[in-house]
């Protein structure tokens, strides 16, 4: 069965940094575009960055600019997100996600495959 696994979150405190990584089991991530996103307690998820099947177009979405960084890797079938000078606002479950498309198209229901979540906590 086709399915995403997310790893590497945690307890971290704020200033510090986590890198996520999203691998692929019985599919190929080559054509597809990855999303991550996140979902704080109380609230939506939304998104937080997105990279292209190419891993060359990648765009972050309001405060991940500047400190998060989307790379894709398909000889590893990995999608990862560097998160750095973390604040205890970047505390959620992270997501990721795949769409059979060039990029992310935008609404969550376009993507095919998601995963169950690392949850990333920021505290001192």
Same mark, same amino acid.
């Given at each position: ?8 979150? #945690?307890?971290?405190?704020? #200033? *510090?940094?986590?890198?996520?990584? $999203?691998? &692929? ?7 597809? &575009? ?5 979902? &704080?307690?109380? +609230? ?5 960055? $997105? ?8 765009? =972050?979405?309001?405060?991940? +600019? *500047?400190?998060?960084?989307?790379? +894709? ?13 973390? +604040?205890?606002?970047?505390? &959620?479950?992270? =997501? $990721? ?6 990029? $992310? !198209? #935008? ?5 095919? =495959?998601?995963?169950? #979540?690392?949850?990333?906590?920021? !505290?001192?």
């Amino acid at each position: 069965q086709p399915h995403l696994v997310e790893s590497g979150g #945690g307890l971290v405190q704020p #200033g *510090g940094s986590l890198r996520l990584s $999203c691998t &692929a089991s019985g599919f190929s991530l080559e054509y597809y &575009a990855i999303g991550w996103f996140r979902q &704080a307690p109380g +609230k939506e998820r939304v998104g937080v960055a $997105c990279t292209s099947y190419s891993g060359e177009n990648v765009d =972050y979405t309001g405060s991940a +600019k *500047g400190r998060f960084t989307i790379s +894709k890797d398909n000889a590893r079938n990995t999608v990862y997100l560097q998160m750095n000078d973390l +604040k205890p606002e970047d505390t &959620a479950v992270y =997501y $990721c996600a795949a769409e059979i498309a060039y990029y $992310c !198209s #935008g609404p969550q229901a376009e993507f095919d =495959y998601w995963g169950q #979540g690392t949850q990333v906590t920021v !505290s001192s």
